[in-house]
Every structure is written in structure tokens, then in C-alpha cells.
């Protein structure tokens, strides 16, 4: 089944592999503990794109590794993103962030080398970081989709306020 987060251009670039189209993968790791987020493009240079939101930003240039999905027991899928010879800027901000209890952010995005004007995948996939071990060799964690076996369904409130034929008098 097609992943419909895709744009077309996207699909024919894995479908067709083209020699003069790249396909760039990049994370956004953001945090409240962060002074800005942190981007980061697999690839040999930086890169400069447009977000969703409309703003530019630099992805700098690290080797990451993302492992395939992997459901946990509890039926939440779960892969592993390293990323290599990172920055002390990154290690300082990740560490700090480590002794948050808040969880830090990760967003996947992908963009074309023929349109950098916003991400190839709508909307991008964004996850949240747990199990993270840092040093100045690598930055490795478990990314999940958070917690939706602790969140209420259908995750609206019923109240007498909101609803009032809900009351009986």
C-alpha cells in the first residue's frame, strides 16, 4: 500500500532512482532545554530547506542511522536513530536534556535536491526520544510514538458543562 504522506515526486524518486535527484533525509531533535532545535541531514554537506512552517533553516551535516520499526510487546512500534562524531554543541544540549523529565523530540523529514521549498513527506513523522545514551562518538536512543497506552479514548472530556444533555434531571 503507498504511503499517502508522500508526495508523487517523492514516490517516482525511490521508484525511479534518478542520477541527478538526491533524496536527503534529516532530523529536527527539539526540546524546551534546547536554545533552538537541532537539524541534521544525512549527507557530506549542509543543506538548506524550507520547513513546513515556512522557515528556513540549516541542516548540518552528521551520519545517522535509523533501524526499522520494531513492535514492542505492549504493540508500540519502536526503531533505534544514531547519530555519529556529533558536536559538543549537540552533546551538551542532548545531555542537558537528559536530565529533563520532559522527553526530546524528533522529527523526520525528507526533501528532494530538485525542491528544497518544503519536505517531500506531509506531514513529517515525529516522534518522541527515550533510552538515550550520549558521548562524544555518538548520540544513540529508542524513538516511539509517546505513549498511547496511557491516554484517554476517545481523548475528549465529557462533562456536564460541555455537554449538558448529558444530565438527568
Aim: glycine share 4%.
Amino acid at each position: 500500500m503507498p504511503d499517502s504522506t508522500l508526495s508523487q515526486a517523492l514516490r517516482e524518486a525511490y521508484a525511479a532512482a534518478p542520477s541527478n535527484v538526491a533524496i536527503y533525509h534529516t532530523l529536527e531533535l527539539n526540546h524546551a532545554a534546547f536554545n533552538q532545535p537541532i537539524y541534521v541531514v544525512n549527507d557530506w554537506t549542509d543543506l538548506n530547506a524550507r520547513l513546513e512552517t515556512g522557515a528556513d533553516v540549516t541542516f548540518l551535516r552528521f551520519a545517522f542511522r535509523l533501524t526499522k520499526p520494531e513492535v514492542t510487546p505492549t504493540g508500540i512500534p519502536q526503531l533505534t536513530v544514531e547519530i555519529d562524531n556529533v558536536s559538543r554543541d549537540i552533546l551538551a544540549n542532548v545531555q542537558l536534556a537528559m536530565g529533563s523529565t520532559a522527553p526530546i523530540t524528533m522529527t523526520f523529514r525528507e526533501y528532494l535536491s530538485s525542491d528544497l521549498t518544503a519536505p517531500q513527506n506531509d506531514p513529517p513523522m515525529t516522534m518522541e526520544l527515550s533510552n538515550i545514551k550520549a558521548d562524544v562518538f555518538k548520540v544513540s536512543a529508542v524513538a516511539s510514538f509517546g505513549d498511547y497506552l496511557d491516554r484517554r479514548f476517545p481523548g475528549e472530556e465529557y462533562t456536564a458543562e460541555r455537554f449538558p444533555g448529558l444530565v438527568v434531571s
